[in-house]
């Protein structure tokens, strides 16, 4: 932590010595104007797979992100959960920045988003300790991720109920020195502290008394809070004290592009207010990834990664999406708990055995079998009378 503190100070002199030159990365008149940016895809809830079972789809992207990012001037690619450890290093040293979005998985190496989630931070802490500026941002879930990365794999959160909650954000000690409010106009900041724009739809929280106790308040800056039903004070918005890491416990995505009306979506504020507010972080977010320079080995190998080699599905009828992405290619088999590895689809048979660890409602256990064998990665495991659904983003399995 002192490493860090001293580190700061030494980077803010630095700043003051040099600051002709944009302290954060390329000069100013240097930015990269074809920013690239990663977004974490997740294991669709099941409701969104009625009607598409047929295309045996393991992870998704909600389009909100994607479009939230397009509209701010990036190009996204998705990243996608369970591929070797290669893959996720590649990207960080193509993409020009992440995106950890929300949803509803584990934050824990037992989903392949948690998995996928610890790989790219610690490459990209590596890639910022290195001098290369690659910034991440954290959507509520993706909030929730970097909390539980940054504290070394160790859930901080405690339950709370901030779901269908349009609230004001209370600005806190600290945020006039950060990066994400030095740069936004008084009108936004205006908005954001007086207006119920911001959308939670959330029901676990970083109170004030675990930021201290975690150490996290060592490594971020709390920028603003906001309350739950019960008048919980949790942290809304956050930002890492040295590294371009920010964490969002709200959802700015919603605002402009989800439209569901249901009980259980309802309060996402679509003003003109709310609408400017978000666009602010999007594009304070796609300015950040304009200070990295990196790029993809090749053109051919950045168009056949972006997001435009897929077409995102109508699922404002199954989910709380209006539209998502869907992919069928990213499974992969755990081989043991250290390495994660690709099991082509000849290998998926009767005879895989579920290892004893897990995680999750319907965890397998030691001695649960593979009784059907569909294919690649949909299919049921059986104990007795318990059915487990296909859920391979939180099982792991061993080759005998
Ligand atoms: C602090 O975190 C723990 C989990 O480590 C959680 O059980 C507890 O409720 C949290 N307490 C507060 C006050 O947030
Ligand atoms: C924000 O929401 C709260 C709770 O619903 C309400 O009491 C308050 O009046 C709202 N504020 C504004 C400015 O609309
Ligand atoms: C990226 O920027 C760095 C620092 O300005 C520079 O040294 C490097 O050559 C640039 N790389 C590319 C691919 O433009
Ligand atoms: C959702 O809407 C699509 C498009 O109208 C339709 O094809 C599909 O059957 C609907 N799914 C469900 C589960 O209602
Ligand atoms: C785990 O898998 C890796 C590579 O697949 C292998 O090298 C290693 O020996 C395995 N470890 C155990 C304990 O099986
Ligand atoms: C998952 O995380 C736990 C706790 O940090 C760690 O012990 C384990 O090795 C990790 N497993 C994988 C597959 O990364
Ligand atoms: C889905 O899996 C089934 C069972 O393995 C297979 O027959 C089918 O071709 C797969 N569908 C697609 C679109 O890959």
Partial sequence: MEDTRTYFLFHVVLCLLTWVVDCYGLPSDNLNLRPVIGVLAQHPPDSMLVGLEDHNFTSYIAASYVKHLESAGARVIPILTYREDEYYE?????????????????ISNSSGYGAAGRKLYDHAVAANERGVYLPIWGTCLGFELLTYLAADDTNWLARCEASNRADPLTLQVGYEVSQVFQEMPEDVKTILTMENVTVNFHHWCLTRQNFSTSGLSELFNLLATSVDDDGLEYISLMEHWTLPIFGSQFHPEKNPFEWSNDDHHDAIPHTPNAILSAQY???????QARRNNQTFGSSGEEESALIYNYTPYYTGNTSGFVQS?????????????????TIPDQRITNDIQIHPINTGNNAAAAGDTLVTNPGYYSYQMLEGERSVPPLLASLQYVIP
């Fill in 90 to 106: 590649n990207l960080a040293q193509s993409l020009n920045g992440i995106v950890f979005p929300g949803g509803a998985v584990s």
């Fill in 281 to 287: 972080f999007v594009n304070f977010f796609v300015n």
């Fill in 325 to 341: 992405y869907l992919f069928s290619s990213d499974s992969t088999l755990m081989t043991n708990n250290s390495s994660p590895r």
